[in-house]
């Protein structure tokens, strides 16, 4: 793993907490060092295969 995966890893594995608590996304963007959402989103959905909306969506 290069050190822009781990970083980019690092930051969506403590951005996922957020997530989970109802953190708005724009808000857990900028908290974990994203300029903007979508560059968030894109790197969520980069490492995940998901967005941010998919990954917490109820299954089923």
Known sequence: MTFA???AHARLQGAVA???SGE???R???RVGYT?????VAAFRRVTGRT?????APQG
């Open 5 to 7: 995966q781990w970083r």
């Open 18 to 20: 957020m997530l989970a």
């Open 24 to 26: 708005p996304v724009s």
């Open 28 to 30: 857990v963007a900028t």
């Open 36 to 40: 903007t959402s979508s560059a968030f």
């Open 52 to 56: 941010p909306g998919a990954y917490f």
